[in-house]
């Protein structure tokens, strides 16, 4: 099979109803203070990961995780996996600070994410 690969992993993004209620949990948990800590997204970077707090699902309004898959080509990768049967869900966009999401649902409608810096 040919295609762009991915970086692996590295972006986890979690629903949480109280981010006031939910940080000091994280903290704990990852033995590290929050990188980023406003009122609409809370993120720690611990062991080459990075966890994120976001209210209410933020603008996606997730119920459940989602992990981000590094990929160098957000666009490409897109391509490949609805080509492969999935469906975009959040269609590729700037978050901020050069960094790219998109996220898709597989068959099953589990939600998948895509990430890329650049």
Do not use: C
């Not at 000091?24 to 707090?53: K, M, R």
């Not at 209210?55 to 309004?61: D, I, N, R, S, V």
């Amino acid at each position: 099979m040919t295609g762009t690969t991915t970086q692996g992993i590295k972006t986890v993004l979690h629903p949480v109803t109280d981010l006031a209620k939910a940080k000091p949990v994280y903290e704990a948990l990852l033995g590290v203070q929050p990188q980023a800590d406003e009122s609409y997204y809370v993120g720690f970077e611990a062991g080459g990961q990075h966890i994120g707090l976001v209210p209410g699902g933020g603008p996606q309004g997730t119920a459940a995780p989602v992990a981000y898959w590094h990929v160098a080509d957000l666009a490409a990768k897109l391509a490949e996996v609805t080509a492969a049967g999935a469906t975009v869900r959040e269609p590729a966009h700037d978050v901020g600070g050069g960094r790219m999401v998109a996220t898709f649902t597989d068959p099953d409608g589990n939600v998948l994410g895509l990430l890329q810096d650049r």
